[in-house]
């Protein structure tokens, strides 16, 4: 993660994340980069932006690395820790480090990705403080480049934010886009894919936009809604896939928008 933009409180202004996209924008300027081989890693208040980034982006990276982080950028209570559960974790810590929350931030970590089946790698580090050594920061970055982005047949995603609407070509739109007064309600989803069925059921919303072209699972050929139990689905016509049937089971009015 990188250093944080100007003398501003990172947690109030979004953070180290419009950097992290520049920098990947700026990236492909001049080189290429293969989306399966994307990884990210931070250190103290770059792992607490690492936790938040990757719990609301996890379909883009292949594995992700926290070093004497907090998990204070996003709350328990928002219940995001599943939809990274794809997404390997490594966590490191000193057993000096002065800051009196790293161990119990540690255990948090480490106990909330395994109860969701992704138990990290975890290292701590003997006589060693906050800062980690060259030799801690390489031994990370070898374990990090062992990972390739998995694909997923089955995941779920709690949505929290105007920014991040989803995962794997997968979104639910604002319901307020153009309010600041209404509240969203806490929305998600949860996908199966098996043999030639893709179904995806919804909770707390009735629209919901598909599209498994190469920003999704990268599939291809000619896709089939099965209309029968299709309700209130905001753009059909967007789905991309070898699949024969999509099953989209929505809350809400028995309305198909393709």
Not at 47 to 63: C, M, N, Q, S, Y
Not at 167 to 193: A, H, R, T
């Amino acid at each position: 993660m990188p250093w944080l933009r100007g003398n501003g409180e990172w947690r109030n202004e979004n953070g180290s994340e419009p950097d992290v996209w520049e920098v990947i924008e700026d990236v492909k300027t001049f080189s290429k980069i293969d989306p399966d081989r994307r990884y990210i890693s931070g250190h103290s208040w770059g792992g607490d932006e690492v936790w938040a980034i990757v719990l609301r982006t996890p379909d883009l990276w292949a594995a992700a690395g926290i070093m004497a982080g907090s998990a204070a950028s996003v709350p328990a209570q928002l219940n995001l820790v599943a939809n990274a559960k794809h997404v390997p974790f490594f966590l490191w810590k000193g057993t000096q480090d002065p800051i009196p929350n790293r161990q119990a931030n540690l255990e948090y970590f480490r106990d909330s990705l395994a109860q969701v089946g992704d138990s990290p790698k975890v290292v701590i580090a003997e006589g060693v403080g906050h800062n980690p050594r060259p030799e801690d920061r390489a031994s990370m970055q070898t374990w990090l480049f062992e990972h390739i982005r998995q694909r997923p047949s089955h995941f779920s995603f709690v949505i929290d934010t105007p920014q991040h609407r989803g995962m794997c070509g997968i979104s639910i739109p604002q319901k307020y886009p153009d309010s600041y007064l209404n509240v969203e309600p806490q929305v998600s989803f949860e996908c199966w894919i098996k043999d030639s069925t893709v179904q995806i059921t919804t909770a707390n919303s009735s629209r919901l936009d598909v599209d498994f072209g190469p920003g999704g699972p990268n599939l291809s050929g000619n896709s089939e809604a099965d209309r029968k139990r299709q309700t209130n689905t905001r753009r059909v016509g967007s789905v991309e896939g070898a699949f024969a049937h999509l099953v989209i089971v929505c809350p809400g009015s028995e309305r198909i928008v393709n």
